[in-house]
Each structure stands twice: as structure tokens, then as C-alpha cells.
């Protein structure tokens, strides 16, 4: 499966980003999806996840309550709904497909990424 990232961009600290990730190829509907995201000099961490097949979410604690992830079947797509965004949150956001069974914020789990799309929440 091939995943297109995309939605950054430079915002405003509490402002809002809804991140996409789509997919080709093959329908993201056989695949748990995964945000991470990396930023300079730190290692990549897991943001969230949306399971499959039964669609439960899962969020790191740094952004519970803020982000929001939601699969749009018909699209192939699955978006990262960014709110209260904060200058912390600035990095280059992945998303990424795994077939499961592991832990979800474990990039080594995943076997597809997208290209990464910048996110930079700035005043």
C-alpha cells in the first residue's frame, strides 16, 4: 500500500491542522493506520493509531483531548484532526500502515510509510 501525507502547515499556537493520509493501491481498510511524528534532534514518536478492524483509537498522553483520528472508508483516507495545537507539537508528521498486532506506538511495528507533511504551530 502506498500513503500520501499531507495538511501541514504553519499555524498559530491553539490554532487547528486536520492532517490526511491517503492510500493507494490497496484499500486502508486491512490496515491499522498510525500518526507519528519527529522533530529535530528527537526521535520519532507515536501520535496516534486507528485499529482495524474494529476502528478503536489510541492516543499518546501529550495530545489526548486535543487530537482526533477518524477513517473515511469511502475516501481511502484517514485523518489526524489537530486542535489546541502548541508550539511542543511542532514536527514532521508520518503516517504509516501496519497489519497489527503489536504495540501501535512502535514505529518498528509498521510495514508502509508516507512521505512526511511539516506541521509548525509558531506565533
Known amino acids: 500500500v502506498q500513503l500520501q501525507a499531507s495538511g501541514g502547515g504553519l499555524v498559530q499556537p491553539g490554532g487547528s491542522l486536520r492532517l490526511s493520509c491517503v492510500g493507494s493501491?490497496?484499500?486502508?481498510?486491512?490496515?491499522?493506520i498510525g500518526w507519528f511524528r519527529q522533530a529535530p534532534g528527537k526521535e520519532r514518536e507515536g501520535v496516534s493509531c486507528?485499529?482495524?478492524?474494529?476502528?478503536?483509537?489510541y492516543y499518546a498522553d501529550s495530545v489526548k483531548g486535543r487530537f482526533t483520528l477518524s477513517r473515511d472508508s469511502a475516501k481511502n483516507t484517514v485523518y489526524l484532526e489537530m486542535n489546541s495545537l502548541k508550539p511542543e507539537d511542532t514536527a514532521t508528521y508520518y503516517c504509516?500502515?501496519?497489519?497489527?498486532?503489536?504495540?501501535?506506538?512502535?514505529?518498528?511495528?509498521?510495514?508502509?510509510w508516507g512521505q512526511g507533511t511539516q506541521v509548525t504551530v509558531s506565533s
Open positions: 504509516a500502515a501496519w497489519i497489527g498486532g503489536g504495540s501501535w506506538y512502535d514505529a518498528g511495528e509498521y510495514d508502509y
Open positions: 493501491t490497496y484499500s486502508l481498510d486491512g490496515y491499522a
Open positions: 486507528i485499529n482495524n478492524p474494529d476502528g478503536s483509537t
